[in-house]
């Protein structure tokens, strides 16, 4: 990701990244099951259905597209630290690419669930479907990494985001 280099990410950047895990956690832990069935009524009756579980998941999948368009600006604003210097090239680009993935998945995903929601779609609910199991790729991915920082490299990097 092209980065405006920075010393260290600043504190409102570390709390918006856990933050947004903490959302995600609930997305997929709290609302999973009823979700569908709430949507399944929504595709019924032609009319988005308010439940308590449907309208607390659009709650927080919106508040996620939103921290996720505010860490942009921030980021444009403040920047980020660069890669360690002696991360292997190939691995420092697959970071990268995972940052962008997870940027663009926390954009899009709230986006493919409001258009199932609203207009309502059997279409746009399994894309949004799939878009959760992206997620969830990249998030693993992006936490192997840190893992590998963490136990391999032992470089501390996992600091840096606490
Ligand atoms: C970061 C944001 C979001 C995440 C991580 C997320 C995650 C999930 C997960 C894990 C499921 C269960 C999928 C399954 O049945 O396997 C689901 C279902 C669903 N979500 Fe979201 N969601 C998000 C935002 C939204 C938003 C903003 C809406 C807007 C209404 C929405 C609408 C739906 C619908 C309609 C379903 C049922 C889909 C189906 O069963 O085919 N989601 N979501
Ligand atoms: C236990 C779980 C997690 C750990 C230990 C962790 C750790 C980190 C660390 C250390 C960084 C800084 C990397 C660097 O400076 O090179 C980072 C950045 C990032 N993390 Fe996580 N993370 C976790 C979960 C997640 C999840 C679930 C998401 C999903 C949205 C996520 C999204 C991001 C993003 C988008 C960045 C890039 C921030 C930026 O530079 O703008 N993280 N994470």
């Not at 939103?66 to 991360?87: M, N």
Request: charge should be negative; charged fraction near 15%; glycine fraction near 8%.
């Amino acid at each position: 990701m092209s980065n405006h280099p920075a010393e260290a990410y600043t504190a409102l950047q570390k709390v918006l990244h856990w933050a947004v895990v903490a959302l995600l956690l609930a997305q997929y832990l709290v609302f999973e099951e009823e979700m569908g069935d709430a949507f399944d009524a929504t595709l019924q009756t032609g009319q988005p259905v308010f439940n308590l579980t449907s309208t607390a998941h659009i709650a927080i999948g919106v508040l996620v597209l939103v921290l996720a368009l505010v860490r942009l600006g921030l980021r444009a604003k403040v920047g980020a630290p660069e890669a360690p210097a002696d991360e292997p090239l190939p691995l420092r680009l697959l970071a990268q690419a995972v940052h962008i993935g997870l940027y663009a998945v926390l954009i899009l995903l709230p986006l493919g669930g409001l258009a199932a929601y609203f207009i309502p779609s059997e279409i746009f609910g399994e894309v949004h479907e799939v878009g959760t199991n992206v997620l969830l790729a990249l998030a693993g991915l992006h936490v192997a990494g840190a893992l590998v920082h963490q136990f391999w490299w032992k470089d501390g990097l996992i600091r840096r985001m606490i």
